[in-house]
Nanobody, 115 residues
Framework: QVQLVESGGGLVQPGGSLRLSCAAS????????MRWYRQAPGKERELVAS????????YVIDSLKDRFTISRDNAKNTVYLQMNNLQPEDTAVYYC????????WGQGIQVTVSS
């Protein structure tokens, strides 16, 4: 079955950077799209970024595209979210999501931006 394990979260000061990783198993990773979502306290879960199976097409929501980058390494079955110039409003639980041929969610990882 689909297994997704996020890592790389934590506490960071405003202006700092983090790179989230999501290690995938249980499905053909290189044939599957992947997404990152986040859910801030008291808010609905929102899509952050998406990448197709080959990695040649990527999408980041407009409000984040200048600071966040999504990428993947199919040899390592891993998708990444590089987050730069983090701000307190980026504080949320970040979720990895597999979509397409296989579908599933990671358990989520906390990112806290605070001084």
């Amino acid at each position: 079955q689909v297994q997704l394990v996020e890592s790389g979260g934590g506490l960071v000061q405003p202006g700092g950077s983090l790179r989230l990783s999501c290690a995938a198993s249980g499905f053909d990773f290189d044939r599957n799209g992947m997404r990152w979502y986040r859910q801030a306290p008291g808010k609905e879960r929102e899509l952050v970024a998406s990448i197709i199976s080959s990695g040649t097409s990527k999408y980041v929501i407009d409000s984040l595209k200048d600071r966040f980058t999504i990428s993947r390494d199919n040899a390592k079955n891993t998708v990444y979210l590089q987050m730069n110039n983090l701000q307190p409003e980026d504080t949320a639980v970040y979720y990895c999501n597999a979509w397409g041929r296989a579908n599933g969610w990671g358990q989520g990882i906390q990112v806290t931006v605070s001084s």
